[in-house]
């Protein structure tokens, strides 16, 4: 019989939850430079083994989202899962009979890369315990883990998987060794529809297999990340890169920041107050939740739609420091001229409008390598 269940040491927990993906990540040292998770350029194993650890502790902070297989995503580059199981084991027999329980940590790190079609995975199974009934040993029950990565788009290109795809272990190795590093990757050239673009699956499987006669405990898709490579070229930034790319980055704009007030103003009447926008839309409902475009010709052609609506309204402002702005933004699907109606323009202060425009189009769309129709959040801060 094992040891019943000891009462957690929270201090105990915390060093084995962060100590064994830091000697994970330190085999990931051979990245090139500037395939790191973005805002880590540069950075040496030491300093990438931290950003898993300081992922991994903000990580069990949001632990609801952790537990379901899609993870709690910190950003389009980085993406974890974390629960505390409990596998209660009984035999095939009617009525069954309980064999014991055996309760575990599950982690499954996800890092991309703006730089190079890659996805790293940090998979660890740690913090075992058991409690059994007498004459079952939990140390012999072997905890298999098994790893998959299905392509769902990119014209039947495939990536290359890692070896090792398939662990199976007792107790005491999984004690010893409790992480797995994997690797993916796409080749550069391995897709030809436009902006080679890929996407995959990633799924992890559990099994813990029990005794003779015992009736396998299975989570068939305990993880479920969906990543992209692509190869966009410059519009994305970087000429190739991963994502998570359900993860939808959020655009702030400050009503208390001097050089954005004006625009953070306008979006705020439009989100929350349209009856103080033009055009007067009946039933105005302009959304926060918007999608990149990339065609110049149908940015042109709503930054047009919005400049009619400003002339209309506050006539010729030429020789002023002023700009027509519009929201949703001229480089977004929900465009002036695409909307059907549900956007606003207004003159604001030229240097204002230009400064989030550049900070949208220069900075937000490279630093979350947002391609065409790719979504994101636009949020109005005090």
Known sequence: MTPPRPRPRRRRAL?????????????????PADTTPTGSAGMGPAARAALAADLRQECARHPAEAASPTGWVRSRFEVCVHRRR????????????????????????????????????????????????????????????????????????????????????????????????LTYTSPDGAVTTPFKKLFATMLVRFEVTGPPGADPYVDERSAVLRVRFD?????????????????KPTFAVG???????????????????????????????????LHRLIDPALQ?????????VCTEVWGDWAGQRLDCDEYPFA???????????????RLIDRDDNQRVGSRLGSTFYGEHRMLDGDAFLVTVIP
């Open 15 to 31: 060093r084995r939850v962060l100590v064994p993906v830091v000697a994970a990540l330190l085999t990931l040292a051979a990245a």
């Open 255 to 289: 009503l208390g920041n001097p050089d954005e007030d004006e625009s953070a103003r306008h979006i705020d009447d439009a989100l929350r107050h349209p009856v103080k926008t033009f055009p007067p839309t009946v039933g105005k409902n302009v959304p926060a939740e």
């Open 86 to 181: 409990e596998v209660v084991l009984v035999t095939k027999d009617r009525p069954p009979k309980r064999l014991g329980t055996m309760w575990f940590d599950e982690w499954q790190l996800g890092f991309a890369y703006d730089g190079d079609r890659r996805v790293d995975f940090v998979s660890s199974l740690e913090n075992i315990e058991a409690s059994t009934v007498p004459g079952q040993d939990a140390r012999t029950w072997p905890i298999r883990v098994t790893y998959s990565a299905t392509v769902s788009d990119g014209g039947g290109a495939d990536i290359v998987r890692p070896t090792g795809q398939d662990r199976t272990d007792l107790w005491g190795a999984w004690d010893a060794r409790p992480q797995t590093v």
């Open 300 to 308: 042109e052609q709503n930054r047009a739609a919005a400049g009619k």
């Open 331 to 345: 480089a977004t699907k929900e465009g002036a001229s695409l909307s059907g109606g549900h956007f606003s323009a």
């Open 231 to 247: 190869s966009a070229g410059r519009v994305a930034g970087k000429t190739r890169g991963t994502v998570f790319p359900d993860h």
